[in-house]
């Protein structure tokens, strides 16, 4: 009878994993109608949406970063709110700010920017230290405080911040405890001859870039959920931690990874397994997402540019058994 109850159970959470990975595949679709050629770029910035995450994107302008933000969260019928980050920026901008009121002889909080569900912080490195900084507390804890009240913010909330890696006159590099809080640093590149093509004749249609609703939030709140139940063995944890450890005492690395780092690889990978429509992690979702959640986070001894940073997890990669 237990056994019985016990195939029952697991049939029944294979096609629960299976229908909601459908709806988060349409997800990925349709946000691939809009942004041409960025398939693997979509699927991780997904992968973080539906872990909980947050991105950084680097890269030169005009590629599509904040093309990305937007039919992300009109996928998903989510509110959204831009920054414009600029030297003069101040951290009330985007937490908000108490007004006085007059007629009733009260101070009222106006929210800032922040309370929403998709909050693009474009060129982040353009704002100074201090205001970078409002955005620790936020995305870590889901929540601001202002004026020594905390207030939380939508359960449904993802950041995406973008940067010019070209770029240095005026800019405020992020330190590693603001690039710690991302859970990816992703490039989308050029596209190919072909793609930009088709991007040319797309841009010929009026609307084309645009995308509609396909998922509510609360069918997103609903799969990081269930993103918490994909099971990981433990032996692809152990493989997850000798990754890290292998950061930690490599010969060109001055700064490993974090234990933050590794929680948050595990917690990707589970988005990723749930996207394919899995209730497991494979050592495959690992790999794919090491460099990319780990790229940012080592410190080589030599300047490198992020690129280089993943290629140095991908060389670790290579050299970790993995598990069978």
Not at 141 to 166: D, H, W
Not at 283 to 300: N, Q, S, T, Y
Request: proline letters at 6%; a neutral charge.
């Amino acid at each position: 009878m237990a056994q019985m109850k016990a195939e029952s159970d697991f049939e029944r959470s294979e096609v629960l994993t299976q229908g909601l990975s459908r709806r988060l595949r349409s997800l990925l679709d349709n946000m691939n109608r809009v942004l041409i050629g960025q398939t693997r770029s979509v699927q991780l910035a997904a992968t973080a949406f539906l872990a909980g995450g947050h991105v950084l994107l680097e890269d030169v302008p005009g590629v599509g970063k904040t093309l990305l933000a937007k039919s992300l969260a009109r996928s998903v019928k989510a509110t959204f709110k831009r920054i414009q980050c600029t030297p003069d920026l101040l951290p009330s901008d985007i937490s908000g700010v108490s007004v006085f009121n007059q007629k009733e002889g009260t101070f009222n909080f106006v929210p800032g920017p922040i309370f929403t569900n998709i909050l693009l912080a474009d060129e982040i490195n353009r704002a100074t230290p201090r205001t970078q900084s409002s955005l620790l507390e936020a995305m870590e804890e889901s929540q601001v405080t202002n004026e020594g009240e905390t207030r939380k913010l939508p359960e449904l909330f993802f950041v995406i911040a973008t940067q010019n890696p070209v770029e240095y006159h005026g800019t405020f590099p992020l330190p590693e405890a603001q690039l710690d809080r991302f859970m990816m640093c992703l490039s989308l590149g050029y596209p190919k001859p072909e793609e930009e093509v088709m991007m040319l004749t797309k841009t010929l249609r009026e609307g084309a870039f645009e995308a509609g609703p396909v998922l509510s939030q609360e069918e997103v709140i609903q799969a990081r959920k269930r993103v918490q139940c994909v099971f990981v063995e433990t032996s692809i944890q152990r493989y997850i931690v000798d990754i890290v450890n292998a950061t930690r005492s490599h010969p060109q690395v001055v700064l490993g990874v974090s234990p933050r780092g590794s929680q948050l690889l595990m917690r990707a990978a589970q988005a990723s397994a749930l996207i394919n429509e899995r209730d497991f992690v494979q050592p495959e979702d690992v790999k794919l997402l090491a460099p990319f959640v780990f790229g940012h986070r080592i410190i080589p001894k030599q300047k490198f540019n992020k690129v280089c940073h993943a290629e140095i997890i991908e060389q670790i990669l290579e050299e970790i058994p993995v598990p069978i």
